[in-house]
């Protein structure tokens, strides 16, 4: 029987590599978008969701299970920033954040978890700026949102183990339609990764699919961190 994936934000960026780094490897996926669907792609159909909204996730994930008939993985894409400086920063935007990246992804999580039966993965979608020395002062509500993934992360992993493995991806620079709005002092950061540039979609994707797939079968609890070695050359 085919392995089904189902994939949050699945309609640009990260998501949308992860959506055909899946397909071509043969998984039927199941992707979810809020605004626009992706592009067709050979094995995947798209469902629109909002993973701020827990009636959204149950009605669009119930759906593609009837459809698809089983779930083996699960990857949480779907994320929000908005930078701002300290002083700038409102209750509505800190709120937004954290229910999209942080609560959006543990809803998903608890909807999914009963549909997966034994040898099922969750993978979790964090950022270097939710890791301390890497925290970002621009975007304080991100770097608390992708925090807590890494946390939830680690606990979701000790409360579904054995039946189901949870790892997480934190990702650097990703070149994706954020890129286009880099500044001279963000392209600067960039080139301090030991690589000297910054991540494709396509990089973030490959290790999301070593999580997901039965390659990483003893690896649960895990934060990857996909950055080019910026942790170690960058600030």
């Known amino acids: 029987m085919d392995r089904v994936v189902f994939i949050t934000g699945a309609s640009r960026g990260i998501g949308l590599a992860t959506v055909k780094k899946f397909a071509d490897n043969g998984w039927k996926v199941a992707g979810f978008y809020k605004n626009n669907a992706g592009p067709e792609v050979k094995n995947v159909t798209y469902y629109q969701m909002d993973v701020a909204d827990w009636r959204s996730i149950q009605k669009a994930f119930d759906a593609a299970f009837v459809e698809m008939r089983r779930i083996d ?15 700038e920063i409102t209750n509505e ?3 937004n954040e954290l229910q999209v990246n942080t609560l959006g992804s543990f809803r998903t999580c608890q909807v999914v978890a009963p549909m997966m039966k034994d040898g099922g993965s969750i993978v979790n979608i964090s950022s270097i700026r939710g890791l301390a020395n890497t925290a970002t ?7 608390v949102s992708k925090a807590g993934i890494v946390a939830m992360t680690a606990a979701l992993a000790k409360e579904l ?9 934190a990702p650097g620079f990703t070149e994706t339609d954020m890129a286009k709005s880099w500044n001279d002092k963000v392209w600067s950061q960039v080139k301090q990764a030991l690589l000297q540039r910054p991540a494709q979609p396509e990089d973030i994707a490959k290790a999301i699919y070593f999580l997901g797939s039965d390659e990483s079968s003893f690896i649960t609890g895990q934060t990857l961190l996909v950055d080019g070695g910026y942790s170690m050359g960058g600030k």
Do not use: D, M
């Open 161 to 169: 183990a054995p039946k189901i493995r949870v790892n997480a991806v």
């Open 73 to 87: 993985c699960l990857v949480n894409c779907a994320g929000v920033v908005t930078p701002k400086p300290f002083l």
């Open 137 to 143: 002062e621009r975007g304080i509500p991100y770097s």
């Open 93 to 95: 935007i800190f709120l």
